[in-house]
């Protein structure tokens, strides 16, 4: 399988698609499957959303043709950003350390 700068490629894919109800975005490949998961805070537009399909869509660009995905892009203001370790974590929104 190809190796792919995860971090890289999703800094490259959020240029200009971070709208400001995204909280926390997590992203990486493990066993041939790109696991992807952006959270927004409950009011965000499906607009917003979609910004996060956006930097999918370019992700999975650099990414081996067959790779599978396991994919969440949801609305949720009070999940805690910090998931595991938080070693995938690739955006935090500022404020959120606040809980620590």
Request: aromatic share 6%; with cysteine; net charge negative.
């Amino acid at each position: 399988m190809e190796i792919v700068n995860i971090p890289q490629s999703v800094q490259k894919a959020l240029l200009g698609e971070v709208p400001a109800t995204l909280r926390f975005l997590y992203a990486h490949i493990s066993s041939g499957t790109l696991h992807y998961r952006a959270v927004f805070t409950d009011d965000a537009t499906d607009e917003h959303l979609e910004c996060a399909s956006v930097v999918l869509t370019e992700l999975l660009a650099d990414c081996p043709s067959n790779i599978q995905l396991e994919e969440s892009i949801e609305r949720n203001s009070s999940i805690h950003w910090r998931i595991g370790s938080g070693e995938h974590l690739l955006f935090l929104r500022h404020g959120e350390l606040s809980d620590i």
